[in-house]
């Protein structure tokens, strides 16, 4: 069983309606200093990243990418904010920036699909772009939650 563990923002939460089926779709944006990369490794038990991704983004040819997942079995119960859901992966997309300094940052947004569930949408979508004080600046601020991928 494959776990991946990272900090996240959800960035989108909405529902959707494919054929007859109403389904959730959201996304958590994880951003990595890419001077060494961890996030994509964590997947290579389902699927084989290291093609796309180098262990440094300064490796890579690429300033964007984008890696459909629906043929691949991505089914996850995720730890999200302490609230528990089961979801599916399905796609992964990744832009680099650089910095002033140089450094390579990669932003990732991961695309997942769940069932529609009143209750638990209710209270994941107030996580939507969530924003808190900073008691450092005093200024708001969007909040990363610890996110937790447990493969089902």
Aim: net charge neutral; hydrophobic share 35%.
């Amino acid at each position: 069983m494959n776990t991946v563990r990272f900090d996240s923002v959800m960035t989108k939460f909405q529902p959707n309606i494919k054929k007859e089926d109403v389904y959730v779709m959201f996304q958590l944006k994880v951003n990595e200093d890419s001077t060494i990369r961890g996030l994509p490794q964590q997947f290579k038990k389902q699927i084989d990243l290291s093609n796309i991704f180098s262990a440094s983004a300064s490796n890579d040819n690429w300033d964007k990418v984008n890696i459909p997942l629906t043929d691949y079995r991505m089914k996850y119960t995720v730890d999200f904010a302490g609230m528990q859901f089961e979801a599916k992966l399905e796609n992964i997309a990744a832009v680099i920036k650089v910095d002033k300094t140089g450094v390579p940052n990669t932003e990732y947004t991961l695309t997942f699909y769940k069932e529609l569930d009143k209750d638990m949408d209710t209270q994941l979508a107030m996580f939507l772009k969530r924003k808190e004080v900073d008691p450092e600046s005093g200024k708001k601020k969007i909040v990363e939650y610890n996110t937790v991928l447990t493969e089902l």
